[in-house]
Structures are given as C-alpha cells and as structure tokens.
C-alpha cells in the first residue's frame, strides 16, 4: 500500500471549515484514498473514501486532485466534538483479509 | 450499520495474569478480524490478523505465545494476553472487515485499555 504523509496537527476554529491534507505521491492506479479518525480512547471511525472523482457524504467531502498525488479531506463545519486524530490510508479496495495501514495522522484540535 | 463491539472496555491486571479480550461482530460474519495495538501518542500497530477456523498471522515482533489469538466462529475473535508484565499496558483495539462488497466497512471496536500493575 502507498505511504501517506499527513501534518502532525491543525487548529480549527469552531464552525469553520476544517481543510486537512494528505499526500499520497506514489498512489497506484487501482489504490483508494481511505479517511479514518480517532477521538481520544475510542475505535478509529470510517469517515469517507474515493478513488479519483471527488466524494461527499453526511460527514464530509473528499478532495482528490486530478493527479491523484494528494487528497484533501474537508469538515465542512467543524465542531468541537470533531477533535480527533485524522488518518489517511491508501490501499486497493476489495482485497479481502488486507488489514488498514495506519500512519501517525493529523491532531485536529477544533476551538471555540 | 455493521458494529463491532469489544470486551472489556477496560481492564486492570497484576503482573504474570492472564486477561482475554473479546471483539464480536454483532451484525455480520467476519471471517476475518484483525487486533491493533496502540501506546500513548501513538499510531496503531498492527498485531495479527485473525482468521476464522485458522491460525492467525502474527506481525513481526509480535510474539506468538504471548498474544494468543482465537477465531473459533465468524462473529467471535479473542485476544488473550499471558503472562502480563507492565509493558503490555496498551490500548488494544479489534477490526472486522464488513458486510458488502467495497470495503467502506472495516468497522473498529471501542478499545480495551489494558494496565498491568
């Protein structure tokens, strides 16, 4: 699977959109671009993934540039319960058994 | 949505006990699980990946006859970890790969926090 580079932590104002990158330079053709996050002692929790065109669901949008290189995951409004750990993973979706990789993440920290 | 629900949410041990872990899949057959580790600030580590009816495979480093691992049906996994010693304090934390076919579904359980006194 594709090593992914993520900044170690982002501030975000409460009810602002929070924007965090992930590089994926060496993604493959058949490689998804999965997002996961962890709040403080919990499970990591499934948040969106796509593949090149750009997604969106209840949570949040996927930004995938045309590349494929990077990926950006957008909260659109973010509250202070969407302070987590933020993981982008890249791996071939449909492989059965293939565990998820998990890098060190981005720290959102959401602020009043 | 599929859940997997984990067992104890935590536990604490003396040194040289034994504790046993349990992830179950409530909604689904998991055929495979797979059990992560993760220390303080840290990212998780893969353990193992648990598969249903056979051995499980053991990440390197991971020391088999200490983190004994249990697949006997599709909705039950168990972590065993013997012999406790204080540096085996963690958050262990299970992964069943859901129902359906594209993999949105590797659905986490909420962690056992392990401290070993």
């Known amino acids: 699977d594709a090593k992914t580079t993520q900044p170690p932590s982002m501030d975000c104002a409460e009810g602002r959109a929070a924007n965090l990158p992930c590089n994926h330079s060496?993604?493959?053709?058949?490689?998804?671009v999965y997002w996961y996050r962890q709040i403080h002692s919990q499970g990591p929790q499934y948040i969106i993934h796509?593949?090149?065109n750009n997604e969106t669901n209840e949570m949040a949008s996927l930004i995938i540039t045309e590349d494929r290189k990077s990926s950006t995951l957008i909260l659109p409004h973010a509250t202070l319960r969407d302070t987590a750990v933020y993981y982008c993973?890249?791996?071939?979706?449909?492989?059965?058994?293939?565990?998820?990789?998990f890098g060190g993440g981005t720290r959102l920290m959401v602020k009043p | 949505g599929a859940v997997v629900s984990q067992h104890p949410s935590w536990v604490i041990c003396k040194s040289g006990t034994s504790v046993k872990i349990e992830c179950r899949s409530l909604?689904?057959?998991?055929?495979?699980m797979f059990w992560y580790r993760q220390f303080p600030k840290q990212s998780l580590m893969l353990m193992a990946t648990?598969?249903?009816?056979?051995?499980?495979?053991?990440e390197q480093g991971v020391e088999k006859d200490k983190f004994l691992i249990n697949h006997a049906s599709l909705t039950l996994s168990t972590l065993t970890v013997t012999s406790a010693h204080p540096e085996d304090s963690s958050f262990y934390i299970c992964?069943?790969?859901?129902?359906?076919?594209?993999?949105?579904?590797?659905?986490f359980g909420s962690g056992t926090r392990l401290t070993v006194v």
């Open positions: 992964s069943a790969r859901g129902p359906g076919g594209e993999d949105y579904g590797y659905t």
């Open positions: 060496t993604i493959s053709g058949n490689e998804y």
């Open positions: 796509g593949l090149k």
């Open positions: 993973i890249v791996r071939v979706a449909g492989n059965a058994g293939n565990m998820l990789t």
């Open positions: 909604d689904f057959q998991a055929t495979t």
């Open positions: 648990s598969n249903e009816g056979s051995k499980a495979t053991y």
